[in-house]
């Protein structure tokens, strides 16, 4: 069964940047578009961006947008979710995962993918 591990999470301040990483084990993760999502306490979980397998990006929020990046090395194998200007509202854990289609999944076809056990991001003054 693939797994997937995030990294990179922590406590910033508004404004601050963090960078997350996604890699995997038990399969090409260059191969397959990887998304990632977040939950924040008593909230839905919402997409945040995918990676395309041809490293095309879908954004599912738009407050991220001009804020967040994704990007992949594909020689080490590890997909980034790079954060910039961070707002108190961004807390969250963040999940990275697959539907293992070489496309970025809809909202509705998360349940039918592999998910990490999650990185926390705080940010707070």
């Known amino acids: 069964q693939a797994q997937f591990v995030e990294s990179g999470g922590g406590s910033v301040q508004p404004g601050e940047s963090l960078r997350l990483s996604c890699t995997a084990s038990?399969?090409?993760?260059?191969?397959?578009?990887i998304t990632w999502f977040r939950q924040a306490p008593e909230k839905e979980r919402e997409g945040v961006l995918c990676i395309s397998n041809r490293n095309s990006s879908t954004y599912y929020l738009d407050s991220v947008k001009g804020r967040f990046t994704v990007f992949r090395d594909e020689a080490v194998g590890t997909v980034y979710l790079r954060m910039n200007i961070l707002k108190p509202e961004d807390t969250a854990v963040y999940y990275c995962?697959?539907?293992?289609?070489?496309?970025?999944?809809?909202?509705?076809?998360?349940?039918?993918?592999?998910w990490g056990q999650g990185t926390q991001v705080t940010v707070s003054s």
């Open positions: 038990k399969f090409t993760i260059n191969h397959y578009s």
């Open positions: 995962g697959s539907t293992f289609h070489a496309g970025c999944p809809v909202a509705a076809e998360f349940d039918d993918g592999y």
